[in-house]
């Protein structure tokens, strides 16, 4: 509305806009920011294509409706609160009064540019008979506000009002994630489909089908029985993973463009690029953006911002022979970043009690819904604080790594027969001598999740014996051989080491192990 601004200046005589003259300039002129969202759901909804002629000429007669009706309620309430003295229109109406005038008549001529073909004859109607009202009823009584209209981005509240789309925005994707800034992500599925689906004449069958499709794969290309001409309905702001199609950043353009002859203000809207845009590319929005008369353009290149707060819905990294958990990633995290998947608010776990050596102890084990663990937690009947401290932070670190994707199978065969004290027989039938707290925990995780036992080190065997208790016989040449009872004559009754767990031998009225040279207590 420039002819509207250069009478402001006069008024205001070209001085400079402090504080204080902002606040007096919003009284003299009473603007107002009236808009709507959900544009891009509710032609989905009809089944009209955004980027379409039909499409844009359905948005031109809303918007067309809203601020014409938004200039006849103001003009209503003008005449409402006139008095004899100042009358009801806004302050600075009466220096402004032709060039407003003159404003309301554009906006009213803007409505012959609509396609009568592409709208229904109540609505085009309707268009058409609000900026007559309006334009009578403010030249009787004028307005009480100088402009009524604004389109917003709606981002957070449109999401609160349960809304496919935001502000004039086509939908972003069909599935989506929307990062929190608490953490985390949430899914975001658009809840039009099935409504453009039978409104374009599918059945229940054919749209379940369709709808299934669509929340495996995040897209309709491909989707059963949907006909060819019908995907441009579904067309989004970004290519979907898994598909080919998306709105040309023209389609952005040209829609604003039919919107911005019925509004009093700018457009916020995002002209979404996709990543491989150049510079020329950019600098032909602007271009192109000045020539159809809008008056606010702003672009957004995928991929720009290492973190974006909505993206597309990822591909679906399959769960691996390692066991590891299916990893989802969003479109717009590379697969050479580390992405962290984390458990659900309330999860299930699993609490195991163990002894080693003489050590008692609890592993808590949180899981995905799909039941592999996602943290750990380890709790030691006997400890100290920097043994506490120390356990406490091994615990977080494998917690990470196995929310950021790390197979379980690596982490057991890396930390698997580790050996340091305390160590010994742990009386679970199925790991037998354990020659740490890591070995024990990690063996049976393995065990637990995988169903797997780790291989032991080079050199090492793992024996199984008729309790089904795990012993080691070195085989390393130079180094002394585990001691059995079949290697020591005379030996067969005497007991095994509490330490390393070989058979010990007679030592006066004791026993004593070669192996380690613990005793049994003898002095």
């Keep these: ?21 902002i606040t007096q300039n919003s009284h003299d ?51 409402a609160l006139a008095t004899p003295e100042t009358g009801g229109a806004f302050p600075g109406f009466a220096l402004n009064r032709e060039p407003m005038l003159d404003v309301i008549r554009m906006h009213r001529a803007a409505v012959n540019n609509l396609n009568p073909k592409n709208l229904s004859e109540p609505v085009a109607a309707a268009a058409r008979q609000c900026w007559d009202e309006a334009l009578e009823a403010g030249a009787r009584h004028g307005y009480r506000n100088a402009q009524v209209t604004v389109l917003a981005p709606t981002g957070t509240i449109g999401f609160m009002m349960d809304c496919d789309t935001t502000g004039i925005e086509p939908d972003l994707a069909l599935v989506k994630h929307k990062k929190l800034v608490g953490g985390g992500l949430i899914k975001i599925v658009n809840q039009s489909v099935d409504k453009a689906l039978l409104r374009l004449g599918y059945s229940t069958q054919q749209t379940h089908d369709i709808l299934a499709f669509v929340d495996a794969t995040g897209t309709v290309e491909g989707a059963p029985h949907l006909k060819p001409e019908h995907l441009a309905v579904f067309d989004c702001s970004f290519k979907p993973a898994n598909g080919t ?11 604003m463009a039919a919107a911005q002859p019925f509004l009093s203000g700018a457009i916020s809207k995002t002209v979404n690029l996709p990543e491989n845009t150049t510079v020329d590319e950019i600098a032909q929005v602007y271009l192109d953006g000045w020539k159809l008369g809008l008056k606010a353009v702003a672009v957004y290149r995928d991929g720009s911002k290492k973190v974006q707060p909505l993206s597309a819905a990822g591909k679906t990294v399959e769960k691996a022979a390692t066991g590891a958990p299916p990893l989802e990633v969003p479109a717009s995290v590379p697969m050479n970043r580390p992405y962290r998947r984390r458990l659900p608010e309330e999860r299930q776990s699993i609490t195991h009690k163990f002894k080693v050596g003489g050590h008692e102890g609890y592993i808590t084990v949180g899981m995905y819904e799909d039941g592999q663990p996602g943290e750990i937690f380890v709790t030691m009947a006997k400890e100290g604080s920097t043994i506490s401290g120390l ?19 690596l982490l057991v065969d890396k930390f698997s027969h580790t050996r340091f004290e305390p160590s010994g027989w742990s009386g679970n039938a199925e790991i037998g001598y354990a020659k740490s707290i890591m070995d024990y925990l990690f063996r049976w995780m393995g065990l637990k999740f995988l169903d797997h036992t780790p291989p032991a080190p080079k050199g090492v065997e793992d024996v199984h014996g008729e309790r089904g208790e795990a012993r080691e016989q070195l085989e390393t040449a130079g180094q002394i051989p585990l001691i059995t009872a079949s290697s020591v004559s005379g030996a067969i009754d005497a007991p095994a080491c509490h330490n390393c767990g070989s058979i010990m031998v007679p030592n006066g009225s004791c026993y004593k192990c070669v192996n380690c040279g613990e005793t049994s207590g003898c002095s």
């Design 29 to 79: 002129f009473r603007p107002l920011g009236l808009g709507y969202a959900n544009l891009g759901a509710l032609l989905m909804s009809n089944g009209l294509p955004y980027d379409s002629d039909a499409g844009r000429d359905f948005a031109g007669a809303l918007t067309a409706i809203l601020c014409g009706e938004a200039y006849l309620q103001s003009a209503r309430i003008a005449e």
């Design 1 to 21: 509305m420039d002819i509207l601004i250069t009478a402001q200046e006069i008024i205001v005589d070209n001085a400079s806009y402090p504080t204080e003259r």
């Design 391 to 409: 356990m406490d932070s091994f615990a977080t670190a494998i917690s990470l790594a196995l929310q950021h994707g790390v197979p379980l199978r």
């Design 245 to 255: 199609r998306s709105i040309h950043y023209s389609g952005h353009l040209k829609m």
